[in-house]
């Protein structure tokens, strides 16, 4: 399928046309001539000089290679991309073996009034660290997967950072998702690294600018399941008081 077909197709575009209204249901826009009296004052239409919002421009990255994605004030961000970092057959065998030997489990989180709602895939944790993102958290686990520990060893590598954890996201079909977030907590530093390795299926990954946030968004047809493996470095946190809905 040629690229624009398969970003069409992502966005839903193929979707049934909404019907449309027999009479138009525009508001009257005024033309500069027109004018409205109410009461002793008047008020005149103008066309505005600028745009009122510049909509960004839409890029899709594919290419190998290093992209500066935004500057900020804590620096600027950037992106690194390494298609094929393993070799298919490599890739397909240690994605059979982490679906079926993953410690899987659905999380749940809670919103900030305290309701709680599960999230739309499965994961796990590694590290010596807990990790706490939407109000819960994920404990220790420093049981790492023999695949997991190659995985980590190759990354390091490549990326010349060294990481001390792992989240691992299963989207099982295309319904699963990541909300955008921007994987800014306290626990990752200010300045965090993250390395992102992923099998299985492919799905669209959206990046917007500062800071940062990036989001899975389910789709309207049919995926098979991917899994994501994000290396991190987590710090301990400074002891908090545990507040109300702080868990
Ligand atoms: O699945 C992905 O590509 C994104 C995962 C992600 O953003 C995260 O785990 O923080
Ligand atoms: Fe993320």
């Not at 990790?131 to 023999?146: D, G, I």
Request: aromatic share 10%; proline share 9%.
């Amino acid at each position: 399928m040629s690229d624009k077909r398969q970003r069409a197709r992502v966005q839903g575009s193929w979707a049934k046309p909404l019907h449309k209204p027999q009479q138009p249901t525009a508001q009257h826009v005024p033309s500069a001539a027109e004018s409205w009296k109410c009461g002793p004052r008047s008020f005149e239409f103008h066309q505005p000089v600028d745009p009122i919002r510049e909509i960004p421009v839409e890029k899709v990255i594919e290419n190998a290679g290093d992209y500066e994605i935004s500057q900020g004030p804590t620096g600027v961000s950037r992106l690194r991309l390494i298609p094929g970092f393993l070799q298919q057959e490599e890739a397909d065998c240690m994605f059979s073996k982490l679906l079926a030997e993953l410690p899987w489990s659905q999380k749940t989180n809670y919103r900030m009034m305290g309701d709680a709602y599960e999230e739309p895939r499965l994961t796990c944790w590694y590290g010596e660290l807990p990790y706490t993102y939407s109000r819960s958290a994920m404990q220790a686990n420093t049981q790492w997967h023999p695949v997991l520990t190659t995985l980590c060893l190759g990354v390091e590598q490549k990326s010349g950072h060294k990481f001390n954890s792992l989240l691992c996201n299963l989207y099982r079909d295309g319904k699963d998702s990541i909300g955008w977030h921007s994987d800014n907590e306290p626990s990752l530093g200010p300045q965090p690294i993250i390395a992102s390795l992923s099998l299985g299926d492919t799905r669209v990954f959206s990046l917007r600018k500062q800071p940062l946030p990036h989001q899975v968004a389910k789709e309207y047809h049919d995926r098979g399941p991917r899994i994501n493996l994000t290396f991190r470095t987590i710090y301990p946190e400074p002891e908090r008081p545990s507040g109300r809905f702080v868990r």
